[in-house]
């Protein structure tokens, strides 16, 4: 198979946690983080709260428009955990018993406590195959090119190792930051200046206040490293004629 | 005016850094409570690059949709800042020097210092007005029922204020958390009950991990603390029948 030069992927936060403000995402990082590591790019992440018409209507459109597509949250055992049977939906196909997820979690539990409430995180879309959870028993699922992952953070990481090689990507998206004791508005037409000439490279320039001084920290993203590296000259080269302090951050 | 029962915002965080996981965004959350202190619920959130046509095409649903929209990001001096031509685009109207902001910043720096940099955050939507910056000088702006402020979290905090008496909400979004030592798959039933006997209520389930033990927060959303007090009375009831701890958290 020939790799493609650009994967896109879209990140579908589940959850009203997340969306009243009570619950601080940090999912969206890890898993953007992750994904540029394998070469794909986030093109796009949504929030939505559990209400399935949202999530089917949502999933859809993003699966239809994204090589990829992850969600989180929404797939343990209480009744606002709605995730798996909007899948099934989004699909057009039955939300049945996993046989692999229910064999699973029969041995991951002690004789008599995988009860009702557990047995309904062995629901899910029909031939969803299995992302398997080395922290607490219950897998995810993914099908087609839609994964499922759960909500708790610390759950979510330690499953993504097990994903990797289902995952097709590009070249890693690699970046380089250089720190600045400056503030934009000094580099700004410089800055501007650079990107202009380097069309295919991603620039961003983004304030900072450390230990009550005003900074500025220029990310440098590409997945050419000499492309980054020319940058870099170029934007080390006005700072020294600018004589800006280059920082540790 | 007579106030509706209900006020959704959407929020539309614009920027490269959320998307490739480099920096974590905090300001859903910021603004999401807020809102609901002063009822606005946070009916969807999503995460775009800086791309023009993509902040446009976005804005405009977003707007059409929802009473508020807040965009975070894109307003400072350096050539990934398109959110204000970006939503001047949206708009079909003029971006051009708006002369409060231009006044503010000309009297905010010392002689001399205003440069063309500086220059570029007084560039808005014709007709836009001003939401007061007390950190940093340069204003954020609103037209029509979109607001945009900036990206950084401190600065952002610093604008809401000034922001409260130009939202019209419903009643503030009240919320109850009770934290049980426990694992959501023994209350998931009850709960369930008490959430179909309750439907206008918001009942989640979250887990969570404190000092080594498992545990759940239950969370009760309503405006109406009667139906919040009556929901916590019936969840108390099943938890001391099955002996189960309550915790503090």
């Given at each position: ?8 992927a879209?990140i ?13 995402d940090t999912n969206t990082s890890t898993l953007a983080t992750w994904l540029n590591s394998i070469g794909v790019k986030v093109?796009?992440v ?24 992850f ?82 953070p610390?759950?979510l990481k330690?499953?993504l190792?097990?994903l990797t090689?289902?995952?097709?990507g590009?070249?890693p998206i690699l970046s380089?930051t ?41 990310v440098?993203r ?28």
């Amino acid at each position: 198979m020939n790799k493609k030069l650009t994967y896109k992927a879209a990140i579908l936060i589940i959850g009203n946690e997340i969306l009243s403000g009570r619950t601080q995402d940090t999912n969206t990082s890890t898993l953007a983080t992750w994904l540029n590591s394998i070469g794909v790019k986030v093109d796009e992440v949504r929030i939505i709260p559990d209400i399935e018409e949202k999530i089917v209507a949502t999933l859809n459109l993003l699966r239809s428009r994204c090589d990829y597509v992850f969600t989180t949250g929404g797939i343990g055992p209480t009744h606002d955990d709605i995730t798996a049977q909007s899948v099934a939906k989004a699909f057009g196909i039955k939300y049945e018993i996993q046989k692999q997820a229910y064999k699973i979690l029969e041995a991951y539990y002690k004789p008599g406590e995988f009860n009702e409430g557990r047995q309904k995180m062995v629901w899910m879309p029909q031939n969803a195959s299995l992302i398997l959870n080395p922290t607490s028993g219950a897998p995810g699922f993914y099908i087609e090119n839609v994964f499922c992952l759960p909500g708790v953070p610390s759950i979510l990481k330690s499953m993504l190792g097990g994903l990797t090689n289902l995952i097709v990507g590009g070249e890693p998206i690699l970046s380089l930051t250089i720190s600045l004791r400056t503030v934009e508005s000094e580099i700004a037409s410089s800055l501007t200046k650079i990107q202009n000439e380097n069309q295919d490279v991603e620039i961003g320039s983004y304030p900072f206040f450390q230990a009550g001084k005003l900074g500025v920290s220029i990310v440098i993203r590409s997945e050419d490293q000499s492309k980054i590296d020319n940058c870099n000259l170029q934007i080390l080269n006005f700072v020294k004629e600018k004589n800006i302090e280059v920082v540790d951050r």
